[in-house]
């Protein structure tokens, strides 16, 4: 993933993987590696509500290099400000996530990625100050987190075919159901569950949903 509009020589819709709510870093080094060595993955969003700002930095510290060792970007969710300090790629930022305008100038030169939910005015508004992603969902039940906005894929399918701006499309995204999301014109599909809970480990989920994503 990069900062980016989307343009002739994209690849296609891509992986992008988002931690889980809960674990253990050095373990967790080691299972990243794995996923990110079995396919194509654009980027990994470090997603973690009720750590501390330390253990944030710590997680970053331990998963960035995995990442950018293998050209994956890595984004911290909800904190412009953390993500800059701790030299990360960019940040995904919520509605309430703080000033959007502020953190697209703090964010210079690196990705900016807003939720949008299933809001077409909210994803013109992430587009005017510049947001280099904006995120639609859920599109399916998810237990990552309280389902309160439910999307549809024509918002992507609109989308795509307004604006050049990526999207991705994110909740309860498996292998099995993604396919109605690729056709419509995510660029990017965002999942937890799919990867790091998957029956054969996370390996098989990557390979799983890159699969998925080519036979669309």
Same mark, same amino acid.
């Given at each position: 993933?990069? *900062?980016?509009?989307?343009?002739?020589?994209?690849? #296609?819709?891509?992986?992008?993987?988002?931690?889980? $709510?809960? +674990?253990?870093v050095t373990r967790f080094r080691e299972d990243l590696a794995a996923a990110l060595d079995a396919g194509d993955v654009a980027c990994l969003q470090?997603?973690?509500?009720? /750590?501390?700002?330390?253990?944030?930095?710590?997680?970053?510290?331990?998963?960035?290099?995995?990442?950018?060792? &293998?050209?994956? *970007? +890595?984004?911290?969710?909800?904190?412009? #400000?953390? *993500?800059?300090?701790?030299?990360?790629?960019?940040?995904?930022? #919520?509605?309430?996530?703080?000033?959007? /305008?502020? *953190? &697209?100038?703090?964010?210079?030169?690196?990705?900016?990625?807003?939720?949008?939910?299933?809001?077409?005015?909210? /994803?013109?508004?992430a587009g005017e100050l510049g947001a280099d992603y904006v995120a639609f969902g859920a599109f399916f039940p998810t237990d990552t987190k309280e389902?309160?906005?439910? /999307?549809?894929?024509?918002?992507?399918?609109?989308?795509?075919?307004?604006?050049?701006? $990526?999207?991705?499309?994110?909740?309860?995204?498996?292998?099995?159901?993604?396919?109605?999301?690729?056709?419509?014109?995510?660029? +990017?599909?965002?999942?937890?569950?799919a990867v790091w809970n998957h029956a054969d480990g996370p390996e098989a989920g990557v390979r799983a949903m890159n699969a998925a994503i080519g036979?669309?």
């Amino acid at each position: 993933m990069s *900062a980016a509009s989307r343009d002739s020589s994209s690849a #296609g819709c891509r992986l992008y993987l988002i931690t889980p $709510p809960r +674990f253990a870093v050095t373990r967790f080094r080691e299972d990243l590696a794995a996923a990110l060595d079995a396919g194509d993955v654009a980027c990994l969003q470090l997603r973690l509500k009720d /750590a501390t700002p330390d253990d944030v930095k710590r997680a970053t510290e331990t998963l960035m290099p995995v990442c950018h060792a &293998r050209d994956v *970007a +890595f984004i911290l969710n909800d904190d412009a #400000g953390l *993500a800059h300090a701790l030299g990360c790629d960019g940040a995904h930022l #919520g509605q309430t996530d703080g000033d959007h /305008a502020g *953190a &697209r100038r703090l964010l210079e030169g690196r990705i900016l990625g807003i939720t949008c939910h299933a809001s077409r005015h909210l /994803a013109m508004e992430a587009g005017e100050l510049g947001a280099d992603y904006v995120a639609f969902g859920a599109f399916f039940p998810t237990d990552t987190k309280e389902v309160v906005h439910h /999307a549809a894929p024509e918002i992507l399918e609109w989308w795509s075919q307004m604006m050049e701006i $990526p999207c991705v499309a994110i909740g309860g995204i498996t292998a099995e159901n993604c396919g109605p999301l690729v056709r419509a014109g995510a660029d +990017f599909l965002a999942v937890v569950g799919a990867v790091w809970n998957h029956a054969d480990g996370p390996e098989a989920g990557v390979r799983a949903m890159n699969a998925a994503i080519g036979a669309a």
